[in-house]
T-cell receptor, first 116, second 113 residues
Framework: GAVVSQHPSRVICKSGTSVKIECRSL??????MFWYRQFPKQSLMLMAT?????????EQGVEKDKFLINHASLTLSTLTVTSAHPEDSSFYIC????????????FGSGTRLTVV | KNQVEQSPQSLIILEGKNCTLQ??????????LRWYKQDTGRGPVSLTI?????NTKSNGRYTATLDADTKQSSLHITASQLSDSASYIC????????????FGKGTTLSVSS
């Protein structure tokens, strides 16, 4: 079945630094990737949607200059949290969907970001 | 407004018992409904996916039902195991290009011995 690999699983960084999270589709071409943020005991909140080769579409309230998304290939999307602050500490999850598939939303295993 | 409501918010059951989780939605036009299991600190894992024409779908000890008329779904877990302790999320997809998935807030299930 479809597998999405997300790295790193955990990262601790100092306030003011940037962190990059990678999301790879291992056995299918992901034409669309989604990035979510999840706070404790809350559901997933969509941050942005990215299609391969084009700019990401950000949800209302999500700063595109702070959360940089790159989807340069059909198997890789990255989320970079720039100038991270403690309030950016959260669980970030990516999801990928293959071409022509309204069924196949496969999630990565998530990244726990802690900004100190 | 497209919404997905889940109940109960949390549930504690003894190992070996059955339980049923509920999901009501107001998403229109409806495309499909998915149930995911999310372990703490992990990404969601798909359990079942159902379209408008499907009434029930099973995946091992998990059985999902869908009533598209009343816009309700349930997830039944049979003979629960300790490893079933997780959050169960109901997610609905609208049949509209560019519409994102609509997530419920999840039901937190705790299975105790």
């Amino acid at each position: 079945g479809a597998v999405v690999s997300q790295h790193p699983s955990r990262v601790i960084c100092k306030s003011g630094t940037s962190v990059k999270i990678e999301c790879r589709s291992l056995d299918f071409q992901a034409t669309t990737m989604f990035w979510y943020r999840q706070f404790p005991k809350q559901s997933l909140m969509l941050m942005a949607t990215s299609n391969e080769g084009s700019k990401a579409t950000y949800e209302q309230g999500v700063e595109k200059d702070k959360f940089l998304i790159n989807h340069a290939s059909l198997t890789l999307s990255t989320l970079t949290v720039t100038s991270a602050h403690p309030e950016d500490s959260s669980f970030y999850i990516c999801s990928a969907r293959g071409e022509g598939s309204n069924y196949g939303y496969t999630f990565g295993s998530g990244t726990r970001l802690t900004v100190v | 407004k497209n919404q997905v409501e889940q109940s109960p918010q949390s549930l504690i059951i003894l190992e070996g018992k059955n339980c049923t989780l509920q999901c009501n939605y107001t998403v229109s036009p409806f495309s499909n409904l998915r149930w995911y299991k999310q372990d703490t600190g992990r990404g969601p894992v798909s359990l079942t996916i159902m379209t408008f024409s499907e009434n029930t779908k099973s995946n091992g000890r998990y059985t999902a039902t869908l009533d598209a008329d009343t816009k309700q779904s349930s997830l039944h877990i049979t003979a629960s195991q300790l490893s079933d302790s997780a959050s169960y999320i109901c997610v609905v997809s609208a049949a509209q290009a560019g519409t994102a998935l609509i997530f419920g807030k999840g039901t937190t299930l705790s299975v105790s011995s």
